[in-house]
Structure formats: structure tokens, C-alpha cells
């Protein structure tokens, strides 16, 4: 891996919106590729764990949906009916404001096959390109507008060389990472 999405942690049903950073670099400035590219779902154990231990909602997989469900809703009426007074702003629903504009994806991390399928449902209600986002190619999912290291058309793209296909067994070795055109791990 050369770039990471970093985001809050699954405690909440909606963890936050995150940033995406280069795994490497000497300042701040080398390693956030960019800020606000994505918010953060948890659809599994940790919002159960966390809420039924304090014995409020949501204390299972239908009533973590629910609470989704109902906060893109609220983020929906808000968006159409704006506060017209600066103690009515709700900057969490400003925030899922972006989602549902198309100006963020939805991150849905899913453990199970039936977090997949409750993502898929409430997707029809909500934004269609939150599941586009965690399918398409990677680079997208980053909100980069091409390749991320070798100059390529004018484009920065990093690049690991791999004895073999990683996916295939453990036996492949990273032989060289390169980061912006730069090499930084030889073997």
C-alpha cells in the first residue's frame, strides 16, 4: 500500500469524514493527498458493542440501519429547507449534506454479507453513488482525477512491483514501492 484513506473510528454509526494520505513523506504537506474524501459508516459490532454496554440505540444490525436511515433523512429535509437562523445550523447535517450532494462517497465497510445487502437497500434511498464509490477503481474511491508516482501523461502514479500476484498466495514479495515517481523501498 502507498495511500490510505484515514477516517475516525466505528464506535459511531457515522464515524466522520476522513482524509486520504500518502504512506510516505517528511511533512504534513508530503502526506495528505486531501482532505474530506469520504465519510465513514459502521454497520457492524462496534456501534452494537459500544451502545447496547450504555443501553441506548442502536443495539443491532436494524437498528444500526435505522439510525442511518433516519439521519440521511434528516440530512435530506435540512438540505431543502435550510436554517434561516444561525442557531438552527447543525453542522452534522451540513456534513451529510455533502454526502447526499455527491460532493463525498459513503465509506460502508461491511463485515457481513447482510451489512452488503443493507448498504445496497439503503443506497436506494440515498445517494446510488455511495456503492459505485467502494466498486470502482481505486484510484477514484481516493477522489483522485487520474493515476497517483511515475510521470504517465502528465500524471503522478505510485507503483509496487511484486515478485508475484499478491492475491494468488503469501509467497509474493514487494520488490520496489515507488511513491510520486520516486522510489522508496528497494529490495
Do not use: C
Not at 440530512?75 to 453542522?91: C, D, F, G, H, V
Not at 459505485?132 to 509496487?160: M, Y
Amino acid at each position: 500500500m502507498t495511500t490510505a484513506y484515514i477516517a475516525m473510528g466505528s464506535a459511531n454509526v457515522i464515524a466522520g469524514i476522513g482524509s486520504v494520505v500518502h504512506l510516505f513523506g517528511t511533512t504534513g504537506e508530503d502526506l495528505v493527498m486531501g482532505t474530506g474524501r469520504g465519510m465513514k459508516v459502521a454497520m457492524g459490532e462496534n456501534p452494537i458493542r459500544v451502545y447496547s454496554g450504555q443501553h441506548r440505540r442502536p443495539t443491532s444490525r436494524p437498528g444500526i440501519a435505522a439510525v442511518l436511515r433516519e439521519w440521511l433523512e434528516r440530512a435530506r429535509r435540512y438540505q431543502a429547507y435550510p436554517p434561516e437562523k444561525l442557531s438552527e445550523y447543525n453542522p452534522r447535517l451540513e456534513a451529510l449534506g455533502l454526502v447526499l450532494r455527491g460532493d463525498i462517497p459513503l465509506r460502508i465497510p461491511s463485515h457481513r454479507a447482510g451489512e452488503m445487502l443493507t448498504a445496497l437497500r439503503l443506497s436506494l434511498g440515498a445517494p446510488g453513488y455511495a456503492l459505485k464509490a467502494v466498486t470502482a477503481h481505486p484510484v477514484a474511491i481516493l477522489g483522485n482525477s487520474g493515476p497517483a508516482g511515475i510521470h504517465w501523461d502528465g500524471q503522478e502514479v505510485d507503483l509496487v512491483l511484486w515478485s508475484d500476484n499478491p492475491l494468488a498466495g503469501l509467497q509474493a514479495r514487494t520488490l520496489s514501492v515507488w511513491i510520486r515517481g520516486q522510489v522508496v523501498q528497494q529490495a
